[in-house]
């Protein structure tokens, strides 16, 4: 009885340490051949939702590409990346946008590289010093009601009593709330206000927040619009002509002249893997006129490509022609963002 | 004297490494995250202590959810133990179906329970409407605020009382009930001197979780909390994203957790005192009870039915909409046309579809049968050791509770990102064992707890009988403690599979991305980014997970390996038979 006792806490012990024991089989020492990944490539991305991952999967296969798309929410993917630095799980990543890779490039996690379609698009969207390359461009907008009367021109319009309580801000975690706020608030910048903008600027970011309403879980903020209960929304670019398709509607667009804030997807290679060859090869495919061309047609997408842009169908066109880039020095966003996000929930969210 | 050396020694090697294990995956990370976020530069930063309080929402956010947590912690405790009461100990009409519909707060939550339930009262709900007909000037926007979170939270909250006070209930003593009866007690003294005593145990326990859920609410304020009543941990949630706001997020959750400490240590203290076991060495089974006084007996139908409209209404809502399309779910109008099978076309398009259910089965049951393996472990160290050190097996235990599973998974990647000689100069992050690992920490907490809880109703005298006549400290265990225990640590480890079956918080950081477990995969199906048809996804993926955690429950609570047991038994007599035909003939 003794023994049996003993060879049972013996197998408990065993079972607890072998733990560790299983987490060292597959990292560790044998990371080199772990990492090589048998040739598949691992790409990563915010952006392979509604089945852009399976799409993308079965065309590269065509083409010759063995992939592999991890689809991994926006907010999470750059950690992600962070964090995996010492076990480097992926050989590329796409999607996310200019403030993010810029936290990627600070922690060392990317390979530089040039890729061959580099002459059509337009360079300044992307990284001065080679790391990522620009994709696909996300222009931000408020969409409204399309009989909305008299509409506004601009945010700063929207703080008059006659908009109160009639505009959706989104959350300020996700990509598109966090970049339309910063987009509002560089147009105040100050390099001696309090994280680098002025005090008119933080009232009236105060104001806007306010008077608006700020997006609650769960609720239909797009069918507020359409049916005119709160005829005026954030929206991603892609959303915008989604939205339209899906719920058959059209939509009016804010267009300040400022401009407004456009977010470009990148491509970058991710460091520390055997298959950086390979995974360039088939960034330069991805990013090719005709891959993107595709990429287009099937997802709605506004490319970076310059001849893939040029075979858009007429909405999208339409859509990219009624607004107009806002200047936004990324470099600076990104360094504030985070602290301005803090700031703005913990004192002027209700 | 050398005999009981050589007994000592696999059991210090167990020691050891359930020690070591705590240390490494337990403490470690945790204390890295603190000091990582805290400390800067050499020097403590305090600033985070003037941001966090001189913001209104903040503090606001933090009252409020220790208003909720008080309050839910009268208001469960009532609807849990009248839901216990109902089914199991008063004799009610119709109670197996009552306990079907009271069951429902076990296999559903999150997101899709409260908007369950936003369909019923919410603006354009089928009550709001029906009650709208009789009252036409009254607010659609009723539901809405303080009493809204609590009403969803009170009737979403009870699965604890619904597995471990019915545990606690059966394991009564019915004799001490006929002997008061005999004595000439009433039914409500019976009930509150000699029943409710022995469920003391389980009544702390469900308390603390209680206490400890309302202080974490998350998808009911959300939702339905309005601009009035939020509470912190969405707040928690965002910040512990974002490297700068990360000491905030901690703060907050550090204020969080010292009050989980006090109240954790009052209601340990409070229980030393007590003497919780029946004194009676052959239980006999409880009899369900009638309710003598005829107007008390039509009052508790009446309650025990409506209480089975509340919980069946949103679930059944739920189900209907998954059949629906997207017009039908925003509008809720429900018309011929609007039903579809299309929504359950899409969960299976390809046979990769089926990796994520394999990989989260696989990971929420291996998580959960270690978690209560070690939380055994841990609690039979500290309660038959003299040595005081062996409390600190409890410390370790608990500590997880102190922190959000965010933090705890910020943590495990933090400490284990890079080579660190605690686990053999290893690199967790990237394998698919930090998963399991961050599974199995955050629900260490509550599955000690409760089997802790489940101890109290292991008689002593019986251990020590067992010892007398000549059995070993394992062979005790596995014929005496476990089988008194099991019911409650299969409840556990069901509760903890089901919980951990679509986790997101948590999972989002850890996964391997070759295995996504469900969570991940329904986050992006009816992420609202992603389209139109993700309302209706998610839906549909709340019923698949009804169905897995009603399968779960079903073998789990005994019924179904009865099944089996049974059409084995009937296949065996039936082979008996035919032979026996066979033979004749």
């Known amino acids: 009885m003794k023994t049996r006792k003993s060879v049972a806490i013996g197998l408990c012990a065993a079972a607890i340490l072998s733990l560790s024991a299983c987490g060292s089989g597959s990292s560790g020492g044998d990371s080199g051949s772990d990492n090589s990944g048998n040739g598949q490539l691992i790409v990563y991305t915010n952006s392979g939702s509604d089945g852009r991952d399976a799409w993308l999967e079965e065309r590269a296969a065509e083409d010759g ?86 509409p506004p021109q601009d945010y700063t319009d929207l703080l008059s009593d006659e908009w109160t309580d009639k505009y959706t801000i989104l959350g300020f975690g996700g990509g598109t709330g966090k970049t339309m706020l910063a987009g509002f608030l560089v147009r105040y910048t100050d390099p001696d206000g309090e994280l680098g903008i002025s005090d008119e600027g933080w009232e009236t970011i105060r104001q806007w927040i306010e008077n608006g309403h700020m997006e609650t879980e769960g609720e239909d903020y797009v069918g507020a619009v359409i049916d005119g209960t709160r005829p005026i929304c954030e929206m991603w670019g892609s959303g915008v002509l989604q939205n339209e398709n899906e719920r058959n509607t059209k939509f009016q667009i804010m267009s300040p002249e400022v401009g407004v804030p456009y977010v470009t997807e990148q491509v970058a290679i991710l460091k520390g893997r055997n298959n950086t060859e390979k995974a360039i090869e088939f960034a330069n495919w991805f990013g090719s006129a005709e891959v993107q061309t595709d990429w287009m047609n099937e997802f709605g997408t506004v490319p970076c490509n310059e001849s893939a842009f040029e075979q858009a169908p007429n909405e999208v066109k339409e859509f990219v022609g009624s607004v107009h880039q806002q200047e936004i020095d990324w470099a600076f966003v990104a360094e504030n963002l985070d602290a301005w996000v803090e700031k703005v929930e913990l004192e002027f969210v209700q | 004297m050398l005999a009981k050396k050589r007994v000592s020694i696999p059991e210090l090697i167990l020691k050891i ?50 208003i909720l947590a008080f309050t839910l912690v009268v208001t469960v405790n009532i609807v849990g133990t009248l839901c216990v009461l109902f089914t199991e100990y008063w004799d009610i009409r119709g109670a197996k179906i009552l306990r079907l519909s009271y069951m429902t707060s076990l296999i559903y939550s999150g997101v899709v329970l409260v908007a369950g339930y936003k369909y019923v009262y919410g603006e354009t709900g089928f009550l709001t409407q029906f009650l709208s007909h009789f009252f036409p000037g009254m607010d659609p926007g009723w539901f809405v605020g303080y009493g809204a979170v609590v009403f969803v939270m009170t009737f979403s909250c009870t699965q604890n009382h619904m597995m471990f006070l019915k545990n606690a209930i059966h394991s009564l003593d019915y004799h001490t009930v006929e002997a008061a009866k005999n004595m000439g007690a009433s039914g409500a003294a019976i009930f509150f001197r000699i029943v409710l005593p022995v469920l003391k145990p389980t009544f702390f326990a469900i308390t603390i979780l209680t206490f400890l859920t309302g202080l974490g609410a998350m998808s009911a304020p959300l939702i339905v909390g309005g601009e009035d009543f939020q509470t912190i941990n969405p707040m928690i949630i965002t910040f512990s994203r974002s490297t700068y706001s990360r000491e905030v997020a901690a703060f907050l959750a550090v204020i969080l957790g010292a009050a989980t400490i006090i109240l954790l240590s009052v209601f340990s203290r409070v229980e030393k005192r007590g003497n919780y076991v029946s004194v009676s060495k052959t239980k006999a089974k409880l009899t369900k009870q009638k309710i003598n006084n005829p107007a008390l007996n039509v009052i508790a139908h009446i309650a025990a039915w409506l209480m089975f409209l509340i919980y069946m209404l949103p679930i059944v809502l739920i189900v209907i909409y998954s059949f629906c399309d997207y017009n039908t779910i925003m509008t809720g109008e429900i018309t011929s046309g609007s039903f579809t099978l299309e929504n359950y076309q899409k969960l299976f398009t390809s046979i990769k579809a089926v990796q994520p259910y394999l990989v989260s089965i696989a990971y929420s049951l291996g998580a959960a049968l270690l978690a209560a393996l070690i939380s055994i472990i841990c609690v039979r160290f500290v309660r038959k050791s003299k040595n005081k050190l062996n409390t600190l097996f409890e410390y370790g235990a608990l500590i997880p509770w102190l922190l959000p599973s965010t933090l705890i998974a910020l943590g495990l990647t933090m400490a284990y990102g890079d080579r660190n000689p605690l686990i053999f100069n290893k690199v967790l992050v990237g394998t698919t064992v930090i998963l399991l690992t961050g599974y199995i920490i955050i629900k260490l907490p509550f599955s000690y707890r409760m089997i802790r809880a489940a101890f109290f109703a292991v008689d002593d005298d019986l251990e020590d009988a067992a010892k007398c006549m000549g059995a070993g400290t394992f062979y005790t265990m596995r014929k005496v ?86 059409w084995k038994q009937r296949r065996l007599e039936k082979k008996v038979y035919r032979k026996q035909a066979g033979n004749d003939g």
């Open chain 2, 481 to 566: 403690i476990v089988p008194v225990i099991l019911p409650a640590v299969m409840s556990v480890v069901i509760l903890n599979f089901n919980g951990l079956l679509s986790d997101y918080d948590l999972t989002t950081f850890l996964y391997h991305p070759l295995y996504q477990p469900l969570g991940i995969v329904i986050k992006a199906a009816s992420d609202e980014n992603a389209s139109i048809d993700a309302k209706c996804m998610s839906f549909v993926y709340t019923v698949v997970l009804m169905i897995l955690s009603s399968i779960a429950l079903y073998f789990g609570q005994g019924n179904g390996m009865q099944a089996i047991r049974r």
């Open chain 2, 17 to 66: 490494a359930v020690a070591w294990a705590l240390i490494a995956f337990v403490v470690y990370p945790v204390i890295s995250l603190l000091f990582q976020t805290f400390w800067h530069n050499g020097t403590f930063s305090a600033g985070v202590f003037g941001k966090v309080f001189s913001s209104a929402r903040a503090v606001q956010s933090l009252k409020n959810s220790f």
């Open chain 1, 65 to 150: 590409f063995d992939i592999r798309v991890v689809q991994i929410a926006a907010g999470d993917l750059a950690n992600r990346i962070v964090s995996e630095k010492n076990n480097v799980q992926a050989d590329l990543v796409f999607g996310l946008n200019n403030v993010e890779y810029e936290k990627l490039k600070a922690e060392d996690t990317m390979e530089k590289w040039e890729p061959e379609w580099k002459d059509e698009v337009d360079l300044s969207l992307g990284d001065p010093d080679g790391y990522y390359y620009p994709i696909v461009i996300q222009p931000l907008v408020n969409i409204m009601n399309k009989d909305l009367e008299n």
